[in-house]
């Protein structure tokens, strides 16, 4: 009996060596499989005829006789992209149609501008204004093809700086009007 009993341990010995080699070969030709499935990264260069390389026009050279110069205009072009807003964020009304209210185009502004209110919840248009010169204002003013009922609404007011040609948008900015209806 002894001697059946050692000749089981020495086939399962036996057994280790190949299935350690098949694993390896395995992992082998995984690892092999793997690398040419695996798409490289194209390597775009300054050549690339379809998306060739332009400098960017944000950019500021270290140019230190015109630095002063740059700085200047950037400023400028900043004062001049701000737009100062006067209003109260509320329009009164007794009969839905005329709401009393305070909208301004701050004399602190570069533009003349118009604006235009949007009723949040259906994005109608329902009242857009003439000119206003700088330093103007508007105390009051007409929906134009609609009346409200009693109760309160969101509005969206949206201002529009215009261009010395009266015609071309140079800023715009969206702030909230609540209309209320007595």
């Not at 005829?49 to 944000?58: A, I, S």
């Not at 701050?106 to 604006?115: F, G, I, L, T, V």
């Not at 093809?145 to 949206?158: I, K, Q, R, W």
Request: hydrophobic letters at 35%.
């Amino acid at each position: 009996m002894d001697e059946t009993k050692n000749e089981k341990p020495q086939k399962s010995r036996k057994k280790w060596p190949a299935i350690l080699l098949l694993l390896l070969l395995a992992v082998s030709v995984l690892i092999i499989w793997r690398f040419w499935h695996t798409p490289q990264p194209k390597n775009h260069t300054p050549e690339d005829k379809q998306n060739p390389l332009e400098y960017d026009g944000n950019v500021i050279t270290g140019d230190s006789q015109n630095m002063q110069e740059v700085v200047d205009e950037l400023n400028r072009k900043a004062k001049e992209g701000q737009m100062n807003l006067q209003m109260k964020t509320q329009a009164v009304s007794t009969d839905g149609k005329s709401f009393s209210c305070y909208l301004s185009n701050s004399a602190r502004n570069s533009y003349e501008m118009y604006m235009v209110l949007y009723l949040d919840e259906s994005q109608e248009e329902i009242y857009r204004s003439g000119l206003i010169p700088l330093g103007g204002h508007i105390e009051k003013f007409e929906l134009k093809d609609t009346t409200l009922p009693s109760g309160t609404y969101e509005a969206t007011l949206v201002y529009n700086q215009v261009e010395a040609d009266q015609t071309t948008v140079h800023a715009q900015v969206n702030v909230g009007l609540t209309l209320i209806v007595q």
